[in-house]
């Protein structure tokens, strides 16, 4: 299997622009989480996902995120309008339904926003 | 609530030297225990898990035991090489209402000088 594949690697925007960073799964996992790294606030859940649905996006900052699950192989998370601040590595990761399966990290998306 | 400790970092050490990097966890339940490690530039990746108290996990001379009296999950390694620098996170999974999700440390940085 490829793994979780995310796109772009990186991405470098102007404020107010749209963002959208893109996730594939692993086949047959059943959630789909999104995090964001930075170095001030460390590894923050944002949203994840259940069978296509969304379960818990109590981690979403504000309404210029937002997040889509489709279908069982891709996912969305769009930023707009985008801010400075919002620069960060964001990380997909899937894991399937077993309670003690780990989950699998894509690469990661590179944000700068100038 | 469910939470990760783990100690701050960083933490640099000569190579062939002793690793302790302390972790203790909140939960509801009995949740199973991650250590992730996440090399640069890439996504974290599981190092080794334990899934019941008691249990001892390891992978790659890293050790790590399920203490359910303490509610720790420490992370061992004897004689630690200049490819183990990464950042180590600790992780744990519980069930209920929270099932499907992880909750991380803030991570710790070692870097091993040759």
């Known amino acids: 299997d490829a793994g979780v594949i995310q796109s772009p690697r990186h991405e470098v925007t102007e404020m107010g622009q749209e963002v959208t960073l893109r996730c594939k799964p692993i086949s047959g996992h059943d959630y789909l989480f999104w995090y964001r790294q930075t170095m001030m606030r460390g590894l923050e859940l944002l949203i994840y996902f259940n069978n296509n649905v969304p379960i818990d996006d109590s981690g979403m900052p504000e309404d210029r995120f937002s997040a889509k699950m489709p279908n069982a192989s891709f996912s969305t998370l769009k930023i707009q309008p985008s801010e400075p601040r919002d620069s960060a590595v964001y990380f997909c990761?899937?894991?399937?339904?077993?309670?003690?399966?780990?989950?699998?990290f894509g690469n990661g998306t590179r944000l700068t926003v100038t | 609530g469910n939470s990760v400790t783990q100690m701050e970092g960083p933490v640099t050490l000569s190579e062939e030297a002793f690793l302790t990097i302390n972790c203790t966890y909140t939960?509801?339940?009995?949740?199973?225990l991650f250590w992730y490690v996440q090399y640069p530039g890439e996504g974290l990746q599981l190092l080794l898990k334990?899934?019941?108290?008691?249990d001892k996990g390891s992978n790659k001379g890293f050790e790590a035991t399920y203490r359910k009296e303490t509610t720790s999950f420490h992370l061992e390694k004897g004689s630690v090489q200049v490819s183990d620098s990464a950042v180590y996170f600790c992780?744990?999974?519980?069930?209920?209402?929270?099932?499907?999700?992880?909750?991380f440390g803030r991570g710790t940085q070692l870097t091993v000088w040759p």
């Open positions: 992780a744990q999974g519980s069930g209920g209402s929270t099932l499907g999700r992880l909750y």
């Open positions: 939960a509801t339940g009995y949740p199973s």
């Open positions: 990761a899937s894991r399937g339904q077993i309670d003690n399966s780990p989950l699998h």
């Open positions: 334990a899934t019941k108290a008691d």
